[in-house]
């Protein structure tokens, strides 16, 4: 354990290429009233599901900028869905607000009574970005999911996952159900970020030498402002496949109340007789989750690990880190 900084400072540290020197341009739209405005408030903007129920309707486009990462600088578009403004977008916006576009989020409200509207605004939407951006990914949310009965929540899912993939031939969109008021919304953003993160194979084989040399179960980074998890690595079979989105959340929530008294969080210690859980500030950029369930290994040694480990991580995080084009 002694050798640990050395280990880590033997492990590969190649240099980034230039695609990562850009923002990447993230259209957010769908309906009025579909809930775009809350779910970039609650990822980025540190508010609480009630919060939302405040938000008016969006005019024209919000522009916000996200630092993430290093370089990495998401550039949302969240885009007002009332008609008016939707049909500008198709008409005299169409080239600005549909160039360079590198993801598309299509939020669909699972409620809506409208739905034939929704689908057309969507066609739409794809055929301007089959135009104007035709690498962009596209994401399509099945939101406010807690509408729906918990047991029929699967069988309409499914239903629209596979009326939205036939519409959006030849273009492949991934879809993915949400709600505000549970652990899916990060679900779906972790998802969404993860394929937007430059080098993240190599921050992921990283973790995973990481965690073989300081015998981790598991190894998550969470995103320091968002708790979104970035990148993870599992080494021992884990039951729930939801735990990450529902660790985000529970998280986040919790800075959130520590940032009302006053206090920041800086980290957290859970133990039980199978395993003991550490959440510690890691880079300037994230926070660190490692899981042991070996009781020989006391949970300082623990800590100094991950101590020594910060500084391999916040250089490699400096690599990527180049200026940022405008
Ligand atoms: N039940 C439920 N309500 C939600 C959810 N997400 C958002 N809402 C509510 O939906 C309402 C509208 O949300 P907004 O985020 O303003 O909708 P928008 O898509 O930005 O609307 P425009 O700006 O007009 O395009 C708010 O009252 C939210 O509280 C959800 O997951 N479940
Ligand atoms: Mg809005």
Redesign the pocket.
């Known amino acids: 354990m002694s050798n640990l900084q050395d280990i880590m400072n033997g492990l590969p540290l190649r240099p980034t290429t230039f695609t990562n020197r850009r923002k990447r341009k993230v259209l957010l739209m769908?309906?009025?009233?579909?809930?775009?405005?809350?779910?970039r408030?609650i990822i980025f903007a540190n508010y609480i599901?009630r919060d939302?129920?405040r938000?008016?309707?969006?005019i024209d486009v919000e522009h916000s900028h996200v630092r993430f990462l290093g370089n990495l600088v998401l550039n949302l578009w969240?885009?007002?869905?009332?008609e008016a403004f939707m049909e500008n977008y198709f008409a005299s916006q169409r080239d600005n607000i549909f160039r360079n576009v590198e993801v598309l989020i299509y939020?669909f409200d699972v409620e809506s009574r409208e739905l034939d509207k929704d689908m057309h605004y969507y066609q739409s939407c794809l055929e301007a970005i089959l135009q104007n951006s035709p690498e962009a990914k596209i994401f399509c949310l099945i939101?406010?999911?807690?509408?729906v009965q918990e047991d029929e929540r699967e069988l309409i899912f499914h239903e629209r996952e596979e009326d939205l993939k036939r519409l959006s031939k030849p273009l492949s969109c991934t879809c993915f159900r949400?709600?505000?008021?549970d652990e899916t919304?990060y679900k779906a953003w972790s998802s969404i970020v993860y394929l937007l993160i430059p080098n993240v194979q190599q921050l992921e084989s990283n973790l995973q030498q990481f965690a073989e040399i300081i015998d981790a179960d598991e190894v998550l980074l969470f995103e320091r402002a968002t708790f979104l998890v970035i990148s993870h690595c599992q080494r021992k079979s884990q039951r729930d496949v939801h735990r990450f989105e529902k660790i985000s959340n529970i998280i986040k929530q919790f800075k959130l109340s520590c940032s009302k008294l006053a206090a920041s969080f800086q980290s957290m210690e859970v133990k039980n007789s199978a395993f003991a859980a550490f959440i510690d500030v890691f880079t300037s950029n994230t926070y660190v989750m490692v899981i042991m369930s070996d009781p020989s290994i006391p949970s300082a040694a623990t800590l100094i690990n991950i101590k020594n480990a910060r500084k391999h991580f916040e250089k490699l995080e400096k690599i990527t880190d180049n200026p940022m084009v405008t």
């Open positions: 769908g309906k009025s009233g579909s809930g775009k405005t809350s779910m408030s599901a939302t129920r938000l008016g309707a969006t969240d885009c007002g869905g009332q939020v939101h406010k999911m807690d509408l949400t709600s505000i008021w919304l």
